[in-house]
């Protein structure tokens, strides 16, 4: 049983930056690939980026590639979500997720823990 705990949103103007964090607990966390997704009031959760289990693997979704940069660090059994160019659209509430297993998962039922959610919100 995984436990994931998201830090770092808050409010931000256009164009600036913020980091997320997603600390997990109670796994073994290399064994999991990762994820974050968001999502809007009155929309659905959306894959925003994920990683694999070594890493090597990275994915983005088209909104954000080139803006998001995802990594983990199996030591401190945390991943990371470097947000960058914000835009009003981004606001969500984002979640980190992990599913067991070697490959990214772009599917919400393919994930199997969930954190709580941290809400980001970009001003124009």
């Known amino acids: 049983q995984v436990q994931l705990v998201e830090s770092g949103g808050g409010l931000v103007q256009a164009g600036g930056s913020l980091r997320l964090s997603c600390a997990a607990s109670g796994g073994t966390f290399n064994s999991y690939a990762l994820a974050w997704f968001r999502q809007a009031p009155g929309k659905g959760r959306d894959i925003v980026a994920g990683i694999s289990r070594s890493g090597a693997g990275i994915f983005y979704a088209d909104s954000v590639k080139g803006r998001f940069i995802i990594s983990r660090d199996n030591a401190k059994n945390t991943v990371f979500l470097q947000m960058n160019s914000l835009k009003p659209e981004d606001t969500a509430t984002y979640y980190c997720?992990?599913?067991?297993?070697?490959?990214?998962?772009?599917?919400?039922?393919?994930?199997?823990?969930w954190g709580q959610g941290t809400q980001v919100t970009v001003s124009s």
């Open positions: 997720a992990a599913r067991s297993g070697r490959w990214i998962g772009f599917q919400r039922d393919e994930y199997d823990y």
